[in-house]
């Protein structure tokens, strides 16, 4: 092991936990203040990823194409919030996840027959596609690099709108206490449309981001969509700051683990063993990580102030 | 209430009822990943039943046959409920299809303990070549260690000494890394079993640069390889470090590598027991019919082998008498083997699989520009799977 290695898979790590992050902050909003169990919310991450090959096919553009599709994504949020979510607010749980549910496999379904099971993906242009050096022997793709910091530019703009505007003021509120938001006379309908779009976006964003590294396909939401739940039990439901938290330690724990961890067992046990060992251990390092912390501090490590 | 009920179990009773007194067919069912990504597979395997089906006429011995594809959603216990109702309620006579060695594994049994005949058109888990071997089990593909041995020897005649071997953690992933490992001589040096959910390789892909093998081998099959094969190229590693596959370039996914402009791949060189520019006139037959029926693509080993199997069938009850529910005598012919298949001569051993040659196979451009595998050499003569002896059969 060298230290560029190790350099480069905490690079690898943090930009796994930019995208999670994307996820999970729509997705911890949505809980925490609307108190809605959106398990669809995976499916808008699959959104943002065909509505982003679609429009860079027309335009022919990386840039216009995603640039494009997120007005698209906010207009599918919101339509699908106003048609749909709005009627399950007042529902238990158990209604919420059986309809959100519903979406998901409807939505997959549609996408397979619009799209076909081979999905579709995006080809970085020859600028985006080749990788840097950055010295010391660390060399990253050029398009890992844009990842990390348009990721790093939309959690900076989420926090300054949740920190520094009315309606992020609102949003806080919101998460901390919903009832009382409702009985100062907050227009509480408009809000939640908007907090849903604002998640939609996101999710959305980090579909796009993915796909010239993933291709897009039906139900590529899914698998995510568990790691995001992981990420928002571990920050705190409710709470950006804590899913920002969470899913920069969710990345580094999954990358290093898939790192390393054969290294690690290499010392204590015999090859054989820890070739078999190594993939199962490190994937459950998150849920290992997960349940530590519902063990010591069940409401997660940054929960909303005042929940 | 009660009305409904009654109303429901007569309906059934009438469903079976209709199926009863079909002797008059023979039917297979065909179980196969239609829906999610891994459907770029089934679907061309669809389609090379569906050739083989318009080859018969539509018949087998006289008798109307009947096909029946089922979804298996690429999870073995889906694949295990889809064998179990093609087996109690459509009373097939042949399974078949079977892409994925997890989804055999599960499905199989169930066919071998209603006795019926069970032909993996694709899926060549290992356990079946040896000690699980089972008289009604026939594999028309190969068993999932002969085509990376083919692959290990290859890269010693092409003088590899070091290479990193990745492959998704299932039944085949695990097979297909002890297939290379038995024939290449050279050292491993990095192995990864990935999640079956893995689509980015960075922390995997960042390892294998510090490792600086000679070549890196991989087995990542349907919707895997598209994105492995696109971070490989960003990470900066194409060009630098050779990359042998198995199973993962064919004519399933080479469109959709040709259409993202995938250039790097043109030239690579994997091995395999089929290629679409095998020179016998079976083989030009189906490849000229297949791509009239699918899109003008080629097919890949998977369609091939969706063919041959049920040639196969056809031929075993055509030879026995014409009678498929005897399946002591269509076994008995079925083991003679005695049809055209795609890849020339065809021979079963003992064990129910294929005694077959194995070639490299290079992707090339055809007259037309369009991408497809062609043979280049015979790496492995006659080959048996390695287990063959453990089966009692």
Redesign the interface.
Known sequence: ??F??FV??II??L??GIILFLVAAGLTLIFGIMDLVNLAHGTLYMFGAFFAATMVSITGSIVWGMILAIPLMLLAGVLLEVTILRTLYTRNHLDQVLATFGLILFFN?LF?IAWG???T?I??PPWL???TKLGMGI?L????IVILVSGLIVAAMLYFLVAKTKIGMLIRAGASNREMVGALGVNIKLLYTAVFGIGAVMAGFAGMI?T????A????GE?FLILAFVVIVIGGIGSIRGAFYAAIITGLID?LG??FIDVVLLLVVESVTA?TA??AIS?MLIYILMAIVLALKPNGLFPPRGA | MFKKLMLAGSAVAMMVAGTAHASDTVKVGIVLTLTTPAAIIGKQMKAGFEVAYDHLGGQIAGKKLELIFEDDTFKPNIGKQKTEKLVKRDKVDFLTGYIWSHVLGASAPVGFKAGKIVISSNAGHSIFAGKKCNKNFFNAAWENMQTPMAMGQLLNKKNVKSIYVLAPNYAAGKQMITGVEKTFKGKIVGKELTPMSHKDWSAELSKIKAAKPDGVFVFYPGAWGPAFFTQYKQAGLSGKIPLYNVFSIDGANLPRFQKAKMDHLVGMINTGHWSPDLDNAANKRFVADFRKKYRNEYPAHYAAQAYDSLMMIAAAVEQSGGDPKNVDAVRSAMEQAKFASVRGPFKFGKNHFPIQNFYSREVVKDKDGTWMLNKRETVLKNHAPAMSSECKL
């Open positions: 092991m060298t560029a290695l480069e898979q690898n790590g930009q796994l379904e397979l099971p081979e999905g993906g080809a970085l596609s080749g990788s060399e793709p050029d398009y890992r993915i010239p590294i993933t291709q396909e039906a139900g590529m698998g990358t898939r790192s070739e190594g993939p994937s």
